[in-house]
């Protein structure tokens, strides 16, 4: 254990990492600033200061999905370097590959965790078919911006412009 001599205070840095750990996680979970600083015993604007010096970013949480993508790895890319929470994009084979892995019971679940996880951000860039658009929308609900790659069925890959995508969430960020 390293201890830091302040004037005439000993400190345990230790205990300071444990602390802001735990703040974060308890604020990941959900829980208010006011609620945190009751269960640590620490001023709310602590919390507030603490979480202020390591801010990447103020916005919503944007996701980024979509099928048959030709240049996914390219479009996750950026998506990530953009700061976008959570990106799925697939090609048509890795579509059908994922859907064939699984038993049915796995399937469901899986598609239901990645539903849940789309519903848990502010914004959904869907990139998809004219109708898988709509079972998207029907599904994650109103804030899914649909960018339609072409009419159902689909079974080739579809080049995406990363531009495109790029500006949409750019303008999401405000």
């Known amino acids: 254990m390293q201890l830091v001599r302040i004037g005439d205070k000993v400190i345990n840095p230790e205990r300071i990492y444990r602390m802001v750990d735990r703040m974060l996680e308890l604020r990941a979970q959900g829980h208010s600033q006011q609620e945190v600083a009751e269960i640590l015993y620490v001023d709310r604007t602590l919390i507030s200061r603490l979480e202020s010096v390591g801010e990447m970013r103020k916005g919503k949480k944007i996701a980024l999905v979509g099928f048959p993508v030709k240049n996914g790895p390219e479009l996750a890319r950026m998506a990530t370097a953009e700061g976008v929470d959570f990106v799925l994009l697939m090609s048509d084979k890795e579509r059908l590959d994922f859907a064939r892995s699984q038993n049915g019971i796995e399937m469901l679940n899986q598609v239901m965790r990645l539903i849940a996880r789309a519903r848990a951000c502010d914004a959904v860039i869907f990139i998809g078919s004219d109708e898988r658009l709509k079972m998207v929308e029907a599904l994650v609900g109103p804030h899914v911006i649909g960018i339609e790659i072409g009419r159902s069925p689909m ?19 405000g």
């Open 155 to 173: 079974s080739e890959d579809v080049y995406v412009d990363p531009d495109e995508v790029r500006s949409l969430i750019r303008s999401l960020q």
